[in-house]
């Protein structure tokens, strides 16, 4: 009887457990990082940290009750394809915590020829599901590796009343005509990066250029630098410019060129 009774203690026990395991969602987060021109970042490290509301308690595993102790770490491969299993945000408390990801590479690809160490972060991103991918949310960011990269030759039309370009960008032709448009530069980029910026046909008004977080523009009108046109949505020659190429220096852009 006394056997029975501590087989049955056991079992309860063990199907506690089992439903606890259940309660709470693991989600294996995937990704494969390249460069803007499709250079892998092989062999990089990738972080991932929690990010708790401002001013709330350490998360936990809501299931549990254990701490959510991060950061976390993985090796990217050769080809620059990683794996983490993660708890879904929906499983830890306190509510709207987020992940972040930084992806660091040293020492990347040497000078002259490389861009040598790279390192960027992801925004605040919601884990969730059984599976999911991060490839498009992270290629977005990714610096260049080689100065190939850095000169490339992507072009992105820029509409609405703002436009924030990536490091994928590198010829930006705005069509926005009607509302003074604002278009902003990353400041993750690869040293040496450059951006142009045109007005294309259609634009009337002034495009305001501004920088991200803290970096700066050399030339300023008013804390940005303002790309003004004529009427008739042709680029103009005056002071201001109607086509504007800066550059990167991991600090602020430089203007290097305009028309």
Same mark, same amino acid.
């Given at each position: ?18 439903? /606890? ?53 993985? #090796?990217?491969?050769? #080809? ?46 919601? /884990? ?21 990269? /850095? ?104 203007? /290097?060129?305009?028309?």
């Amino acid at each position: 009887m006394r056997r029975k009774s501590i087989f049955g203690v056991l079992l309860l026990t063990l199907c506690l457990c089992v439903s /606890v395991a259940h309660s709470q969602t693991i989600t294996a987060v995937s990704g494969t990082i390249v460069d803007p021109a499709g250079t892998p970042y092989a062999n990089a490290t990738l972080k991932a940290q929690i990010v708790p509301v401002a001013g709330g308690v350490s998360p936990y595993v809501t299931a549990t009750a254990a701490p959510l102790i991060a950061p976390f770490y993985t #090796k990217l491969d050769a #080809k620059g394809t990683f794996l983490i299993s993660l708890v879904a945000n929906a499983s830890v408390t306190p509510d709207s915590t987020y992940w972040q990801f930084t992806i660091s590479i040293a020492p990347g690809v040497p000078l002259p020829f490389g861009t040598g160490n790279q390192s960027f972060s992801s925004g605040n991103i919601t /884990v969730s599901g059984a599976t999911q991918s991060l490839t498009a949310t992270l290629n977005a960011l990714a610096p260049c590796l080689t100065k190939e990269c /850095v000169g490339g030759m992507s072009v992105a039309t820029a509409s609405g009343a703002s436009y924030v370009a990536t490091c994928n960008n590198n010829t930006i032709v705005s069509t926005y005509g009607s509302t003074n448009q604002t278009i902003s530069l990353p400041n993750t980029c690869a040293v040496g990066k450059t951006f142009t910026i045109k007005i294309g046909v259609g634009g009337s008004v002034p495009i305001n250029i501004t920088a991200v977080g803290s970096a700066a523009i050399d030339a300023w009108s008013g804390a940005q630098y303002q790309l003004g046109s004529v009427a008739s949505g042709v680029p103009t020659t005056t002071a201001t410019g109607g086509s504007v190429t800066l550059r990167w220096d991991g600090t602020q852009y430089w203007i /290097v060129g305009q028309i």
